[in-house]
């Protein structure tokens, strides 16, 4: 099983910018899907965006495209989130999920599809 740690979230104004970050250990070579999902208060995760490892294809939902994009250091062995733009509507805690596949990640937007998350790193956007 693969393990997830994010970091990078914090407090920022409408319009400014952060970058997660999301590592992992453990079993990597069997990852092929790793996404970021968000969870605001007395809401379900909802899915952001996902990046297919082994070819660098990339899906966003449809409220962060041209915002927000994924990418990946292998050396590293981490996923970014660069978020621009940000509005308050973008405030929840943010998670890294992963979860093994060979040939693409299907429907990726499915949380129980995913074998491992991280603990989480919050976001606040203020008006």
């Known amino acids: 099983q693969v393990q997830l740690q994010e970091s990078g979230g914090g407090s920022v104004q409408a319009g400014g910018s952060l970058s997660l970050s999301c590592v992992m250990s453990g079993h990597i070579f069997r990852t092929g899907c790793v996404a970021w999902f968000r969870q605001a208060p007395g809401n379900e995760r909802e899915a952001v965006s996902l990046i297919y490892t082994l070819d660098d294809r990339t899906s966003y939902v449809d409220s962060v495209k041209g915002r927000f994009a994924i990418s990946q250091d292998k050396v590293k062995n981490t996923v970014y989130l660069r978020m621009n733009s940000l509005k308050p509507e973008d405030t929840a805690m943010y998670y890294c999920?992963?979860?093994?596949?060979?040939?693409?990640?299907?429907?990726?937007?499915?949380?129980?599809?995913?074998?491992?998350w991280g603990q989480g790193t919050q976001v606040t956007v203020s008006s």
């Open positions: 999920g992963a979860y093994a596949a060979v040939g693409g990640c299907g429907p990726w937007r499915v949380p129980s599809r995913y074998e491992s």
